[in-house]
């Protein structure tokens, strides 16, 4: 009997298709990954069980600093333009388009409103590390900024949901002032923000 | 692939001249997918992993916007909580009607499972008992200004931990506990 002649068969696989998938799915998480915003001051976040994700879109976010400096951030670029509008109307700041448009792409930011123009007029690596003070809260019944804040944003963009990123050790008594101001616009409803645990036996 | 023939093109085939070589046009991709993949490795890795979590509070309405008067809750289906500032509970149970005669018990507990778990689930037994459901329960909760938003939000966990549904997140204005921040000494406002 003849042997049979296996048939030498090269090692070498076609790769493009494999290079073509794999780019594709790369593209795809590239474009869906949301990368952490720049944070004002470092926050570390309490724990719980909850379980509900925060959601992605339609966003006000305030944000409470250990020592009770607050930020405020919107995720929506059209509303934050929106936002400014009323609040250079409410507030008299007489904004060039360069610093609305440095406005636009602000995450977030804290201080009083008034000196808003002066921080968009500098130049992006100097806003960059530019230390905030802080939303200007409001204890003497003057100027209730947040609360302006909360109503314009709200009127602009009627979903927007209520997110407090708070530290672990921020004392209550700042907490407490920021939903004084939510309560005062007759915001009974919010969410804080949390890293999942597991329930401790 | 990427060549071009510049001579006079190989018209003329019996010529001695260095004719140019065929390349293959297959490119090696194996180090390109690995690259790929690493990189989706690292974006799945990235973006799923960091999703944080919200919980949410519902505070009761400020009493100008109340509309209904709603009847007050006996005290005796309550529990109260004073959140303190070295991570303590202080915890009472308030009479329903306060004489001269009153004893009030109050303790302090920590967040463990040991400490609030389990005074929350010595209350819930004792409502059900008295009021045959154990739902009746009402936590109040009320931090003091020097507590930590930690403290708030392991409160409110242990709530949905024991499954009680109704709670409140109130303000300390009541006698008894300008009493208990006092005893411990600790500002209430």
Redesign the interface.
Known sequence: MPKVKVPRKSTAIDMTAMCDVAFLLLTFFILTTKFRPSELAPIDIPNSTAQIPIPDKDIMMFQIAPDGKLFFGLDDQPTRLKLLDRLSSQYQLALSDKQKDAFRTLESWGMDIRQLPAFLEMDPNERAHFQHPGLKIDTTGGEAQIEDLILFSRQENNNLRIAIKGDKSTQYKSFDKLIQALQNRKVNKFNIITSARLAKE | MAEMNTSESGAKKGHKKARSKKMST?V???A??DL??L??TF??L??TF?????????????DD?KKVEEPPIKMSKTLTLM?GNNDKVYWYVSPDEIDANTQLTMDSVDY??TGLRKVVTTRQNEVQAQWGKKDDLFVMIK????????????V??EM??NGVTRYAILEPTDPIDSLVALRIGQPRK
Not at chain 2, 143 to 154: H, W
């Open positions: 297959r090696d991709l194996t390109m997918v790929g993949f990189l989706i974006f799945m990235a973006t960091n999703k944080p979590k919200t919980m949410e509070v519902n505070k009761p309405a400020k916007d959140l463990s499972s931090p003091l200004p020097t507590s930590k938003l930690k403290n708030t939000v392991d409110l966990d949905t931990i």
